[in-house]
């Protein structure tokens, strides 16, 4: 199977929580990011967690990570339509010196 | 600070014909990444450069695809020839190698090439 894998979309209303999911097979990893990209546009970071931690929180955005299931979440309060996007999951495995392993995206819409 | 810079940001091109992409990274990022972006994919990693060595090329296709960054800073990617599955979104990015930062990848905005 693919190394990361996500949903391929997801709908939300403006002003709700937008909660975007991925699984991931390498225990090894060590590094876990989420990418946020705009039509014609590169890849945005917006977050990022070491493997050694279950919780990170910056501003709208709170990232979970369940090491035993190998799961991942970014979850986005208050989503505004301008956060409509392809959000893209990635893995950085131990050993790869930062090489990085994206899942196919998760589009989000937001719709007013 | 600016960006990754990236260059032409559309090509469009017949089969068989060379092209070539360039990338000028952010100021005193010594590592510097090239992706391909097939539609509807994530970003796969065609080579990495630590300054201007190539540490891992293992994705590259070499016998059409060639890269170089001589100076250690900006850095071209070339196909030659092209062919019709080539078409995808080419993405450079770079990361510094400092504690704690080095994990950060800051990506440019791609060339978009087509291959007709």
């Known amino acids: 199977g693919e190394d990361v894998e996500q949903s391929l979309f997801l709908s939300v209303r403006e002003g709700d929580s937008s909660v975007i999911n991925c699984t991931y097979t390498?225990?090894?990893?060590?590094?876990l990011y989420w990418y946020k990209q705009e039509p014609g546009a590169g890849l945005q970071l917006l977050t990022y967690?070491?493997?050694?931690?279950d919780m990170k929180q910056d501003q709208r955005l709170t990232v979970l990570l369940n090491k035993k299931d190998k799961h991942l979440s970014l979850r986005i309060a208050d989503t505004q339509t301008g956060d409509s996007a392809i959000y893209f999951c990635?893995?950085?495995?131990?050993?790869?010196?930062?090489?990085?392993?994206f899942g196919k995206g998760t589009k989000l819409s937001v719709k007013p | 600070e600016a960006g990754v810079v990236q260059s032409p940001r559309y090509k469009i091109i017949e089969k068989k014909q060379p092209v070539a992409f360039w990338c000028n990274p952010i100021?005193?990022?010594?590592?510097l990444y090239w992706y391909r972006q097939n539609l509807g994919q994530g970003p796969e990693l065609l080579i990495r450069?630590?300054?201007?060595?190539?540490?891992?090329d293992s994705q590259l296709p070499k016998d059409r695809f060639s890269a170089e960054r001589l100076k250690g800073v900006d850095s071209t990617l070339k196909i030659q020839p092209a062919e019709l599955g080539d078409s995808a979104v080419y993405l450079c990015?770079?990361?510094?190698?400092?504690?704690?930062?080095?994990?950060?990848?800051?990506f440019g905005p791609g060339t978009r090439l087509t291959v007709t």
């Open positions: 450069y630590e300054n201007e060595e190539a540490v891992d």
């Open positions: 990015a770079s990361s510094a190698r400092s504690s704690g930062s080095q994990y950060e990848q800051y």
């Open positions: 967690i070491f493997s050694n931690m």
């Open positions: 390498d225990s090894s990893s060590t590094y």
């Open positions: 100021s005193g990022h010594n590592t």
């Open positions: 990635a893995e950085s495995k131990r050993g790869s010196q930062g090489n990085l392993i």
